[in-house]
C-alpha cells in the first residue's frame, strides 16, 4: 500500500519517472492512507486514470500538484 509524498522525476533522486508509473502502482498497490504526487518540471506529466485506485475515498485522497511552486498541474 502506499502513503505519503513521491515525486516524479527524470533526475536520480525520483519516486517514479513518470507520472503514468506513479498512477499504475497506485493501482496495482492500492493506498492506505493520504498521497500527494510531487511533478518535477524535468518530469512526462500526461497521464489519465484508466482504472480505480484500491483505498481511494474522501479520506485517502490523491493529490497531483507541481514540485516546489503553486502552478496548476
Known amino acids: 500500500m502506499m ?3 513521491y515525486v516524479v522525476s527524470a ?4 519516486d517514479f ?3 503514468a508509473s506513479a498512477i499504475q502502482a497506485m493501482q496495482i498497490c492500492g493506498i492506505d492512507s493520504a498521497v500527494r504526487i510531487e511533478i518535477a518540471s ?4 500526461q497521464f489519465s486514470f484508466t482504472a480505480p485506485v484500491p483505498g481511494a475515498s474522501a479520506t ?4 497531483i500538484t507541481n514540485q516546489g511552486d503553486a502552478k496548476d498541474v
Open 3 to 5: 502513503k505519503g509524498t
Open 11 to 14: 533526475m536520480d533522486d525520483r
Open 17 to 19: 519517472i513518470s507520472l
Open 42 to 45: 524535468d518530469a512526462e506529466n
Open 60 to 63: 485517502n485522497t490523491i493529490t
